[in-house]
């Protein structure tokens, strides 16, 4: 049973949650209401899918929210109670990543993978999405859509709904495996029969006595093989021997010959270092004077850091009085500029501009508000006809004209004063703003003549210290000059002794060498006499040598002829062999072919009768439950039942007649109207739904009174509100028939929404 749906931003939905009961439930609402949409969530909850998606006739993101605001997300949340158990499956779309979906028992989650969610629906529900679409979900306007089809079409849509499409599919396979298994051994008969076997046999014994014999010649080549290749290991070896051993004498006297010639060499360079004449006492002063080199390099360095600060400060004190008597110039000349005399004046003439300023503002302030006054005077003195606003006296005519003119002409002299009161005081406030700016010039320059005030005095004090660090400069230069000399000389000295003392080491390195060459020299000697190898034993080992790898070469290439030729003999013998081997399986093959078309021929026999004797029970089934209902849905009695009818190649859908007290069965097709065959059709589906998902209780129908009459909508509410109900758990009814808030019992919601403005739609309940 289905308990409730909560819809968020699903299609014309903002959110809406829809509480179910058991028996009859009506979706009311005109076209464009979201209707049909509640039903496609039931079944893109449990299954993830409904007929327009799985068409594609929409996308997953039509079903999002677009108006009269774009949503980036939707989702279905679906209530359902099976087997006392409540369940609780979630989906939801998003525009920018994948689809996720929940399914929880009691809390707990059970999977959170949409397609493990709806296997596990399938599962629970005993039904599939295919069932579901076929057998309880019907589509809006689509009662009697099989009517409509081909024979064809409605024999395989009915199949499909009845599940014997299985069975169609097996007998279509099972001839096909039985013509391509015909084919098949009468292309081996035929291929069998052209070929000569025994020929071929023929041929493969000469192969084998052939291929015996090379066996034979190959065994005696690989032995005279391994004796040429042990005699040719043996003198290899020896000639080897004895190439080393030559190589090596020579390289010994040619090492004796490079340490004569190094020996002489070193004692022609040690004489000439020893003609030099150096005392060896260079060594013993070389440490006293590197030290006394790197004193005189650290005074040097000192004394360059103190002539560089000397210089420093000295081009320091230079830049100071260089600026010092800049400032005594612009001191004498800001001397001339500034009077401080001037200062009273200035301030007297700013403090009068700004009084006379203030007083013209005044006048123009007391000015304005005459101008008021007066005017409110005249406005009351024109609406007053007879009398004085002021004094209440009566007024002449003449006399209120004249008094009207006087203030008139005191507004225009008031006003006049005010402008020129502006005009006056503008200029007061020019001369004002001219007398300030030239007071702050005058300060700022007499200020500037107090900072040069200790000039001269600075100036002097400057000069005595350049005298005195100038005189401490010439000091320091005379000292690093001095110390720089001294160090270059020294410098110049300690090169020649390193010169002298290299000379010593390499003199002695020299000696040192000469020893180690003559004991080399000796040895070397020695060992060179002790080899006894000559250039004409190794000719004549090198002869023999080659001779017997020429007898193996000769060996080798008769090995490799025969190989190949037996090869392809090898090769002539799996290609006859592997032709017989053919032949015999082919036969086998024939054999085996001809059992198994018997067998496949009684399969498929035996499948056709299985088809139809379920065919047979099920159509019965469906009819039983058919006449049931006919009696309850039908409001008339010309049609005193329907059946389906199961044909060889279609399935009808046919009426009982009775005329001139002749009873018969026409196609409801070829006689009914199209409120009759709806009917018959909404009759049929609920016999399809009971008989095929006999464990789920439920049936969806979308419009369900298209094309049936008021008679026939009067039955329908009969129905859905005594018959219907009793035989299954739950109905949906999506429709816009008013009549269809009748049925008893029933939970009616009102679907509404303001199209023309795009609105969500809302839900009430009737």
């Not at 005058?442 to 005189?471: P, T």
């Not at 739950?730 to 009616?748: G, S």
């Amino acid at each position: 049973m289905i308990k409730s749906i909560e819809l968020r931003n699903w299609k014309t939905h903002k959110s809406s949650t829809i509480e179910f009961r058991k028996g009859v439930n009506v979706i009311l609402g005109v076209m464009g209401a979201g209707k049909s949409s509640v039903l496609d969530a039931i079944s893109y909850a449990l299954f993830g899918s409904f007929p327009d998606l799985s068409s594609k006739r929409v996308s997953l993101s039509n079903l999002i929210t677009s108006r009269p605001a774009g949503e980036t997300n939707a989702e279905v949340v679906l209530r359902f109670e099976i087997d006392g158990s409540e369940y609780t499956v979630s989906r939801r779309i998003s525009a920018n990543s994948s689809s996720m979906a929940t399914l929880i028992k009691g809390g707990k989650h059970l999977q959170t993978q949409p397609e493990r969610v709806t296997e596990s629906i399938e599962e629970l529900l005993k039904v599939d999405y295919d069932t579901f679409s076929r057998a309880i979900y019907s589509q809006q306007n689509k009662l009697d859509y099989f009517l409509e089809l081909t024979k064809a079409e409605r024999k395989k849509g009915i199949d499909n709904m009845l599940g014997l499409d299985a069975f169609t599919i097996a007998e279509d396979n099972s001839t096909s495996m039985i013509n391509q298994t015909r084919s098949a051994i009468k292309s081996d008969e035929e291929a069998l029969a052209s070929v000569k076997v025994d020929d071929l046999k023929s041929q493969m014994e000469s192969l084998l006595k052939e291929s015996r014999e090379l066996d034979t010649q190959h065994a005696e080549l690989k032995g005279k093989e391994a004796e040429l290749k042990s005699r040719c290991s043996k003198l290899g070896k020896d000639l080897e021997e004895k190439k080393v051993a030559y190589s090596k004498k020579k390289k010994l006297e040619a090492d004796a010959v490079d340490l004569r010639s190094r020996i002489e060499t070193l004692t022609k360079e040690s004489r000439k270092i020893e003609d030099l004449r150096i005392n060896p006492s260079v060594r013993e002063r070389f440490p006293s004077d590197k030290k006394r080199l790197q004193e005189l390099q650290k005074e040097v360095e000192q004394l360059r850091d103190e002539e560089r600060k000397s210089q420093r400060e000295l081009s320091e004190r230079e830049a100071q009085l260089k600026q010092i008597e800049q400032d005594i110039a612009k001191r004498d000349k800001l001397s001339k500029e500034a009077d401080e005399s001037l200062l009273k004046g200035l301030e007297d003439r700013l403090s009068t501009s700004r009084k006379k300023a203030e007083e013209l503002k005044a006048s123009s302030l007391s000015a304005a508000s005459q101008v008021k006054e007066t005017e409110k005077w005249l406005v009351e003195l024109k609406e007053h006809v007879g009398k004085c606003p002021l004094c209440e006296q009566t007024l002449t005519p003449e006399a209120r004209e004249r008094l009207i003119g006087q203030r008139e002409q005191l507004i225009a002299t008031l006003k006049e004063g005010i402008s020129e009161y502006s005009r006056t005081a503008e200029a007061e406030k020019e001369n004002s703003k001219a007398a300030e700016t030239a007071l702050d010039a005058l300060k700022r320059k007499l200020d500037k003549l107090r900072d040069y005030a200790n000039l001269d005095g600075l100036k002097a004090e400057v000069s005595k210290s350049i005298s005195d660090r100038r005189k401490l400069h010439e000091e320091v230069v005379t000292s690093y000059d001095k110390r720089s000399k001294e160090h270059a000389q020294l410098l110049e000295s300690m090169k020649g002794m390193e010169g002298d003392i290299e000379k010593l080491g390499r003199k002695e390195a020299y000696d040192k060498e000469v020893g180690e060459c003559a004991v080399s020299l000796k040895s070397k000697e020695q060992e060179a006499a002790s080899l006894s190898v000559d250039e004409k034993a190794i000719y004549a080992l090198q002869d023999e040598y080659t001779k017997v790898s020429s007898q193996l070469s000769d060996v080798l290439s008769k090995i490799e002829g025969n190989r190949k030729y037996a090869s392809g003999i090898s090769s002539q013998i799996r290609e006859k062999r592997s032709m017989l081997d053919g032949f015999e399986r082919m036969a086998s093959r024939i054999k085996s072919k001809r059992a198994m078309l018997v067998s496949m021929n009684k399969f498929k026999a035996a499948l056709v009768d299985t088809e139809a004797q379920l065919r047979n029970r099920l159509v019965n089934s469906i009819n039983s439950i058919i006449q049931s209902v006919w009696p309850e849905l039908y409001p008339y009695g010309d049609y005193t039942n329907i059946r389906l009818e199961a044909g060889k190649d279609d399935y009808s859908l046919q009426a009982n007649l009775v005329v001139n007290g002749v009873e018969s069965w026409q196609s409801v097709d070829a006689i009914a109207s199209g409120g009759e065959r709806s009917i018959a059709c909404l009759a049929m589906r609920i016999a399809l739904a009971m008989v095929i998902v006999p464990n789920l209780r439920w049936i969806i129908l979308d419009e369900p009174t298209h094309n049936i009459d008021s008679n026939g909508i009067e039955k329908l509410v009969q129905v859905l509100s005594g018959t219907l109900p009793g035989v299954v758990d739950q109905v949906f009814v999506i429709t816009h028939d008013e009549a269809l808030k009748q049925i008893t019992n029933a939970a009616v919601y009102q679907f509404d929404r303001d199209k023309g403005a795009h609105g969500y739609t809302t839900i009430s309940t009737a």
